[in-house]
């Protein structure tokens, strides 16, 4: 089942903005602004020793600034740590009704979303909530989440989103592209190709499988707005449907890379038109701006559409 057909699950999240939880500041200008997405950071963002007080910072921002239509999101520490069950239990009861997605990171399996799915459960019965509202986003950085993605992907009907953070899924590879060697003396050595081809594809297509959204990690450098576009227009080639955002400038370039131009909706609608036509007139095929398409070529025009009606750009 594709995303768009989940109901409540149906979210857009072409742009995830990142926001530290230890500053009202930054949460208040997050709550302004234009992502899709917006998740309160208490995991890398956040120093140990400001952890637990920022979980206050959360509570107050998710129930007092106005979100207008983003999903609203914080990020827990990752489960093996001794702050994972307080940042759950804290938030979800001081602000549980105004939270749509917990993100969790640093899974190497379906029992860390499990865990959380769980947990959760109780809390929405001990607190009054519609159970199973709350959606679930997990990160694959793990090199044991990677193997086993399309498990993950399927685990729980909480599970809307899986990000590919390759910062820290580098480290967990032991790749070494802090070390870049040299050859005859001259020319340096880089992998041929994208080095994350294979990562970014394997979470794509496990995505697809299970009708979640495939999103893309952090592009560090904020300075380099092409950088960023290039890295998005990437993933997006390969049917991921959103990017993280470190910094503001960062959003409208999400928005746009992860939406259908009007050129290409008008191109998928005419193509759709003229295979209706042409199987209405009992052809199989149909010549449409000098390309000949039919049934299986229809198929990659309409979703198309469908992601312009998701984004809201057609009714």
Same mark, same amino acid.
């Given at each position: 089942?594709?995303?768009?057909?989940?109901?409540?699950?149906?979210?857009?999240?072409?742009?995830?903005?990142?926001?530290?939880?230890?500053?009202?500041?930054?949460?208040?200008?997050a709550a302004a602004g234009?992502?899709?997405?917006?998740?309160?950071?208490l995991e890398d963002a956040v120093a140990p020793s400001a952890k637990a007080s920022s979980r206050s910072n959360i509570i107050a921002g998710l129930n007092e600034l106005d979100w207008g239509g983003k999903i609203r999101s914080f990020r827990c520490n990752s489960v093996d740590t001794e702050w994972?069950?307080?940042?759950?239990?804290?938030?979800?009861?001081?602000?549980?009704?105004?939270?749509?997605?917990?993100?969790?990171?640093?899974?190497k399996g379906p029992r860390e979303v499990w865990f959380v799915d769980d947990l959760l459960t109780g809390l929405e019965k001990k607190l009054g909530?519609?159970?199973?509202?709350?959606?679930?986003?997990c990160l694959i950085e793990e090199v044991e989440a990677l193997q086993t993605v399309d498990e993950i992907a399927r685990c729980s009907p909480r599970l809307e989103a899986l990000t590919l953070g390759v910062g820290d899924l580098s480290a967990s590879q032991g790749m070494r592209l802090g070390h870049i060697g040299v050859t005859d003396g001259e020319e340096e050595l880089r992998y041929p190709g994208d080095v994350w081809h294979y990562a970014r594809n394997r979470v794509i297509v496990a995505c697809r499988a299970a009708g979640i959204?495939?999103?893309?990690?952090?592009? +560090? &450098?904020?300075?380099?707005?092409?950088?960023? $576009?290039?890295? =998005?227009a990437a993933f997006s080639i390969l049917g991921? *449907?959103?990017?993280?955002?470190?910094?503001?400038?960062?959003?409208?370039? +999400? &928005?746009?890379?992860?939406?259908?131009?009007? $050129?290409?909706? =008008?191109?998928?609608?005419?193509?759709?038109?003229? *295979?209706?036509?042409?199987?209405?007139?009992?052809?199989?095929?149909?010549?449409?701006n000098g390309m000949m398409i039919d049934a299986a070529t229809t198929r990659l025009f309409q979703v198309t559409l469908d992601r312009a009606r998701q984004c809201g750009l057609i009714d």
């Open positions: 089942m594709s995303n768009y057909e989940r109901g409540p699950r149906a979210r857009v999240r072409r742009s995830e903005l990142s926001t530290p939880g230890h500053s009202k500041k930054m949460i208040a200008k234009d992502a899709d997405m917006v998740f309160l950071d994972c069950h307080d940042d759950i239990v804290e938030i979800v009861a001081g602000a549980g009704a105004n939270i749509d997605v917990i993100m969790v990171p640093k899974i909530l519609e159970v199973g509202r709350i959606g679930i986003e959204d495939a999103i893309d990690g952090p592009y +560090a &450098n904020f300075t380099n707005p092409d950088g960023y $576009e290039r890295s =998005a991921g *449907v959103g990017k993280w955002c470190i910094h503001p400038s960062q959003i409208e370039i +999400a &928005n746009r890379v992860f939406s259908p131009t009007p $050129e290409e909706i =008008a191109t998928a609608k005419e193509a759709v038109a003229a *295979v209706a036509a042409a199987e209405a007139a009992g052809e199989g095929a149909a010549n449409s």
